[in-house]
């Protein structure tokens, strides 16, 4: 595609619940990123995957939260459980990675609340 | 564990001044810096990106540095204009992940 896509654009759910955020990537980028990012901050990190594995997972602030990437080119991010806290802006980005091409780029984002 | 300062939270000027925005960050292994801007409820967009070898990037009214050695990076944006209002956001690459500031909310005064 033409560029990071992310879906749905807002998301809200019940506090329990359980929601799934997607992330289409640049066709061709390896890197992927999640990011969180509340109201006056700066994004969050959360997971980093190459290709198909998770090379750093250590900004997942607990287990309720996990993200795939089976085929190293879309990634779901799945959160268990929603909390009120878990409301924030979740946003993606990826990159090629191949020689000096390592510019990063993000999705628009998806606003998920939780009630 | 990479850590990212930007230096001011918050920023005034009046239209056509020259600016200088601080990045600084704690672990000097990095493999890029990028600098980015995001409007109020939007997502980022990539404004320069600088190679961990490289010194210095320019687009247009910006000017990028970076020096690893001492984990400084500034943008420099020239003749400031009302539509530059925005954050601006520093991300530092290491092998690992890339790692974010809090932000500078620039606000150019007509």
């Known amino acids: 595609g033409a560029g990071v896509s992310q879906t749905p654009s807002n998301k809200v759910t019940e506090k329990g619940k359980y929601v799934e955020l997607r992330c289409d990537p640049i066709s061709g980028h390896t890197a992927l990123y999640w990011y969180r990012q509340s109201l006056g901050q700066g994004p969050e990190f959360l997971i980093y995957f190459q290709g198909t594995g998770a090379a750093d997972d250590s900004g997942l602030p607990n287990d309720r939260f996990f993200a795939v990437r089976p085929e190293g080119s879309v990634s779901t991010l799945k959160i268990q459980r929603t909390e009120r806290g878990d409301s924030a802006v979740y946003l993606c980005a990826s990159s090629l990675d191949e020689g000096d091409w390592t510019e990063a780029f993000f999705g628009q984002g998806t606003r998920l609340t939780v009630v | 564990k990479q850590e990212v300062t930007q230096i001011p939270a918050a920023l005034s000027v009046p239209e056509g001044e020259n600016l200088v925005l601080n990045c600084s960050f704690t672990?000097?292994?990095?493999?890029?810096l990028q600098w980015f801007r995001q409007d109020p409820g939007k997502g980022l967009t990539s404004l320069l990106l600088i190679q961990s070898s490289q010194r210095e990037q320019t687009s247009g009214r910006l000017n990028a540095s970076l020096d690893k050695s001492s984990g400084r990076s500034t943008l420099y944006i020239a003749a400031s204009q009302p539509g530059d209002s925005a954050t601006y956001l520093c991300a530092v690459r290491d092998d690992n992940d890339m790692r974010f500031g809090a932000g500078t909310r620039l606000t150019v005064k007509p």
């Open positions: 672990d000097s292994a990095i493999y890029n």
